[in-house]
């Protein structure tokens, strides 16, 4: 059985069998395949720790290759304090259990602490709210970040507060079977009206703080599916459904097709009676809300789906498009 399907504590080995799927695979990349919970990185330095063995002898090495069928242990050792301050900041909490919260992330929240977000993050708020229950299936211990949405967007974010959560999450994330659907405001109209945007997203050649469409071999393949639900003044209103979840997907899969995201800083240069109601309506952020989130429980196994209604300053520019 995977360790994504039991309660096994973080502290005790991870074990399971080598999937037909990474056969011929390197052991790195392979077990992260098997343990979505898991990523490439903290395998390496787990192999290195001699914490990981295939039919029960010790592997040294990263660039030993699997064979399905094979017996994997992986063991997790205990999680490493986390570094930063829980802090009381308020969240709007969708949904809460034992083992995962569903957060309404507001606008200008930044997910996780980096370099000129110290404090004052999601992580900070997760640990004053969860003291003491956080999942360290990471290598720290800290609340179960499973998935990220920008700084700037709003919607919705699920968290794993137990390692078996974590690596439930995960393992649907990686399946692409999470249902993740955004709305968002871009400049023109699509033509096609609905549509599929298919490309490689990598880091851009040119600016490193954005993303770009790059070509096959580089960056993580990606897949956007975006509906038309409403036509506006000189904009639209879209329905994006990921099946992928890279670093600004929507934003540069919409922008690659002529269509940026209304308020977007990196990637939209809207014309001048855009770049005006935006200035008027105080807008500043790129027009997108994460409104739909749907997975299957990774402990009780039953169905969620959240919904989070469209923020105060998306409704006032979509009122303002719509005269």
Known sequence: MNAAQTNTPASEPLTGTIPGGVDGQRIDAGLALAEPGLSRERIKA????????????????????LAAGQRYAIAVPAALPL?????????????????????????GLVVHPAAGHADGTLVNALLHHCAGQLSGIG???????????????????????????????????????????YVAIVQGRPSPANGT??????????????????????????????TTEERLSGATRIECRLETGRTHQVRVHMASIGHALLGDPLYSKP?????????????RRQALHAQRLGFIHPVTK??????????????ELLDRLRV
């Open 46 to 65: 787990l192999i290195v720790q001699g914490a990981v063995t295939i039919e029960g002898k010790p592997v040294t090495r990263p660039s030993v290759k």
């Open 83 to 107: 570094d930063t301050q829980a802090q009381d900041i308020a969240l709007c909490v969708v949904y809460e259990d034992a083992d995962l919260l569903v957060i309404d992330k507001p606008a």
């Open 139 to 181: 290598g720290v211990a800290r609340p179960g970040i499973v998935h990220r949405i920008d700084k700037d967007t709003s919607g919705l974010l699920v968290v794993a507060k137990t390692d078996s959560a974590h690596l439930g999450l995960a393992a649907q994330f990686a399946a692409h079977t999470i249902n993740r659907r």
């Open 197 to 226: 945007v298919r490309g490689n997203i990598g880091r851009s050649d040119y600016d490193r703080k954005k993303m770009a469409m790059v070509g096959e071999g580089r960056g993580k393949h990606a897949v956007t599916h975006f």
């Open 271 to 283: 014309p001048k009676p855009l770049r005006d109601l935006l200035k008027a309506v105080d807008f």
């Open 302 to 315: 039953s169905e969620c789906d959240f919904f989070s209604p469209i923020p105060a300053d998306m409704a």
